[in-house]
């Protein structure tokens, strides 16, 4: 089993930042994907950052050049820094494993693992 936690979210104002944690426990050898996602109240969950295992990552538009998507693959653990926040960053973000192996020689899991979230709130 895997169980993802996050950390770091808050009351911020705009312009300012902050830095999310996820930690990934459990049986795991590797993630092949770890990624940031965000829901806003009455809005459909979106992509904001994610992270491969070799060191590449993809950002949302919006997010480009504010937030950088950051991990330790040692820890299992993924960051996201998060600067010149904007109310309209205001979500509940949530971070996903994939692609989780149990061990050197199994296959990649297909299940998708979420963490609770936390939520980030932006004041203007």
């Known amino acids: 089993q895997v169980q993802v936690v996050e950390s770091g979210g808050g009351l911020v104002q705009a312009g300012g930042s902050l830095r999310l944690s996820c930690a990934a426990s459990?049986?795991?050898?590797?993630?092949?994907?770890m990624g940031w996602y965000r829901q806003a109240p009455g809005e459909q969950r979106e992509l904001v950052a994610v992270?491969?295992?070799?060191?590449?990552?993809s950002y949302a538009d919006s997010v480009k050049d504010r937030f950088t998507i950051s991990r330790d693959n040692a820890k299992n653990t993924v960051y996201l820094q998060m600067n010149s926040l904007k109310p309209e960053d205001t979500a509940v973000y949530s971070c996903?494993?994939?692609?989780?192996?149990?061990?050197?020689?199994?296959?990649?899991?297909?299940?998708?693992?979420w963490g609770q979230g936390t939520q980030v709130t932006v004041s203007s």
């Open positions: 996903k494993a994939d692609s989780v192996k149990s061990s050197s020689w199994s296959k990649p899991s297909r299940r998708e693992y």
């Open positions: 459990g049986t795991i050898f590797s993630i092949e994907i």
């Open positions: 992270s491969m295992r070799d060191g590449r990552t």
